[in-house]
Antibody
Framework: QVQLQQSGPGLVKPSQILSLTCAIS??????????WHWIRQSPSGGLEWLGR?????????DYALSVKSRITVTPDTSRNQVSLQLNSVTPDDTAVYYC??????????WGQGTLVTVSS | QSALTQPASVSGSPGQSITISCTGT?????????VSWYQHSPGKAPKLMIY???NRPSGVSNRFSGSKSGNTASLTISGLQAEDEADYYC???????????FGGGTKLTVL
């Protein structure tokens, strides 16, 4: 059974860096048939895809245009975890952040979610 | 790229059937058979209910079914139960640079 355990601060100051980690158990981050995504839900309720990392002979990333200049999704193979870094945050980045595994075009496992509030 | 269009809310009485629509375009819903549906309750992680338009994961009730016609996908829940009350989101992969898009979500109320 795959489990995704998220960790990271719940409060970040404006202009600073949002950093979250998603620890993976029950699967390897390097599995060549899956990808690891970050998705957020704003207070208004909508879900927004942020980015992904996946391994296919080498590591690859894709990012949403809306955050492309500020986001980095990084695999940590030694710890079997994936990290999200979002730079220069504003109150608009306040959201519940989720990591999720994608297998064959489907998000089949999700982390528990982390509420991150951007406020001074 | 805009979110997929879902009704903000639907409701039904126990035992009835409801359908939630998810409308996109020819570069997302209409492009691939990759539409998924997720059930989301407050404080919980989203739960996969339907994948690749019509498929149900193991453990999901057969009261849940999916379909697609053109640029619109649909989730039907038959024999409504109180436990079905939640928010439902559709999603799909796209041909655009925004790889994945979600619907705005539909709040299901069981009367």
């Amino acid at each position: 059974q795959v489990q995704l355990q998220q960790s990271g601060p719940g409060l970040v100051k404006p202009s600073q860096i949002l950093s979250l980690t998603c620890a993976i158990s029950g699967d390897s981050i390097s599995t060549k048939t899956v990808a690891w995504h970050w998705i957020r839900q704003s207070p208004s309720g909508g879900l927004e895809w942020l980015g992904r990392t996946y391994y296919r002979s080498k590591w690859n990333n894709d990012y949403a245009l809306s955050v492309k200049s500020r986001i980095t999704v990084t695999p940590d193979t030694s710890r079997n975890q994936v990290s999200l870094q979002l730079n220069s945050v504003t109150p608009d980045d306040t959201a519940v952040y989720y990591c999720a595994r994608e297998d064959n075009w489907t998000f089949d496992y999700w982390g528990q979610g982390t509420l991150v509030t951007v406020s001074s | 790229q805009s979110a997929l269009t879902q009704p903000a809310s639907v409701s039904g009485s126990p035992g009835q059937s409801i359908t939630i629509s998810c409308t996109g375009t020819s570069i997302d819903v209409g492009a691939y058979n990759y539409v998924s549906w997720y059930q989301h309750s407050p404080g919980k992680a989203p739960k996969l209910m339907i994948y690749k338009v019509i498929n149900r994961p193991s453990g999901v009730s057969n009261r849940f079914s999916g379909s697609k016609s053109g640029n619109t996908a649909s989730l039907t829940i038959s024999g409504l139960q109180a436990e079905d009350e939640a928010d439902y989101y559709c999603s799909t992969f796209t041909k655009s640079s925004t790889l994945v898009i979600f619907g705005g979500g539909t709040k299901l109320t069981v009367l």
